[in-house]
């Protein structure tokens, strides 16, 4: 009776950007009950798996979930009930079977993800153990470095800030994640000073940094650098930069765009570019630094930077092992970004991370630019032993609360807590 999946029911609520989102209830026979819910990006990638939307214009511009919430209170609800709530793997593939689709596009990953990730958590909840714990067993004692996006551009700035999307901070030489996310926050508010400074806006973009009208993508990097010093650290030492510039989005007919540098470069002159950046900047991480088709290009880059930054493949990989086997065989890249509803299930995701390391790749661990304050991804960090993840700013809700729970767990660890640090980048010559 304790383990038993009785019901799963979805509802229709908001996520960080005001649209709505899948969220699921599941229960166990003897009352137990536990939720979750799915985020929802706006750079994605082309191959991620679907995410359901009504297109009924009359009801949030067509964005609306109610099909999806449909497809698990009604089709995936019958089919799940009466297992046992530990059998993620069963749970999940009785989903995939159901769905029948390559791409989840039929019962929607929102819909499966929703599912999945509810079961996972009240499995926890009737073992009596916090999720991390649940998902990790013993060995889930690694914090991560929290890598903070605290300057937005791309479409996280509706296109008016830098062509890069994400520029992070990572406090990579703090003693504890405590003490990482301290300085993070100090870094940060030492950044909206200067900006203001600058009479640059210090209003933020979707992920919670500031996101200024820049007339160059070094402006961000250089204002980065002043602010961790001017919060009293050492860049490099203390804190390093990681740069996601989504170059999927700015890729046109073979050329890498750069609107507010006004040029079009070729992913030979992307990659010399990134190298001149690393050179005056301490960049330790490029995710996407070409484009999700650019598979020559990333070859290259891989060849020229694989020593001085981690390199990871976001829109490339879309968290599919088929994609990052692939990344593995050709060499393409260092690390894999790893998102729960690019795959759509909890089960899938595990597989992705597994490849992952079993080849010695990082697995970054990312939240999405259209979040609910669900903090699944924290637990799932510290349960992979990861070693580093990105969820937005110390700044909204949807953002610090993921970075509040890793500080619960850190304490819940106590003196067996240990922080990644610097190891948790891969960079290799
Ligand atoms: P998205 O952005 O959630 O809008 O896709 C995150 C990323 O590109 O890493
Ligand atoms: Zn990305």
New binding site residues.
């Given amino acids: 009776m304790r383990f038993k999946l009785d019901n799963v029911t979805a509802r229709e609520i908001l996520d960080s950007r005001g649209n709505p989102t899948v969220e699921v209830e599941a229960c166990t026979s003897d009352g137990m009950m536990a939720r979750a819910s799915v985020p929802s ?4 990638g082309s191959r991620e798996a679907a995410e359901r939307r009504d297109g009924d214009a009359r009801r949030f511009g067509g964005k609306g979930v109610l099909d999806a919430v449909m497809a698990v209170n009604t089709e995936i609800c019958e089919a799940v009930r009466g297992r046992d709530v530990r059998e993620q793997r069963q749970l999940d593939n009785i989903m995939l079977a159901l769905d029948g689709t390559e791409n989840k596009s039929r019962l929607g990953a929102n819909a499966i993800l929703g599912v999945s990730l509810a079961v996972a958590r009240l499995a926890a909840k009737a073992s009596h153990e916090p999720l991390w714990r649940y998902l990790g067993g013993l060995q889930a004692n690694l914090l991560p470095v929290p890598c903070m996006n605290i300057i937005n551009g791309g ?2 700035a509706r296109g008016q800030g830098a062509d890069f ?2 520029f992070m901070i990572a406090p990579h030489g703090a003693p504890t994640l405590q003490e990482a996310v301290r300085q993070g926050s100090e870094v940060y508010h030492a950044l909206r000073q200067i900006l203001l400074d600058k009479n640059l806006s210090a209003a933020v973009g979707d992920e919670g940094g500031f996101a200024p009208a820049v007339s160059s993508n070094r402006d961000p990097l250089t204002f980065i650098v002043q602010a961790i010093e001017k919060a009293g650290y050492r860049p490099g030492e203390d804190i390093s930069i990681c740069m ?1 510039p ?1 170059s999927s989005e700015f890729f046109r007919e073979g050329q890498y765009h750069l609107r507010t540098e006004g040029s079009a470069l070729s992913a030979a002159e992307m990659t010399a570019y990134y190298g001149e950046l690393m050179d005056q900047f301490p960049v330790i991480l490029l ?2 630094g070409l484009a999700e088709d650019d598979w020559t290009g990333w070859k290259h880059l891989h060849q020229q930077l694989a020593g001085r930054a981690e390199l990871v493949g ?1 829109d490339l990989f879309v968290t599919d092992v088929k994609y990052i086997q692939r990344g593995i065989d050709e060499n393409l890249a260092s690390a894999a ?1 790893i998102k729960l509803n690019q795959i759509g299930s909890l089960s899938e995701t595990l597989d992705a991370v597994a490849l992952c390391q079993l080849h010695g790749w990082g697995a970054f661990m ?1 939240h ?3 979040e609910t304050t669900d903090t699944f991804l924290a637990d799932l960090t510290v349960a992979l032993r990861a070693g580093h993840l990105k969820t937005g700013a110390p700044c909204r809700g949807e953002r610090v609360e993921k970075y509040n729970q890793l500080m619960r767990i850190e304490q819940a660890l106590g003196d067996d807590a240990c922080y990644a640090g610097l190891h948790a980048f891969v960079r290799r010559t």
Avoid: Y
């Avoid at 990006?41 to 994605?44: I, N």
């Fill in positions: 990006g706006a750079s994605t479409v996280h999307q994400e996601d989504a995710e996407d976001d970004l990312s999405r630019s259209g």
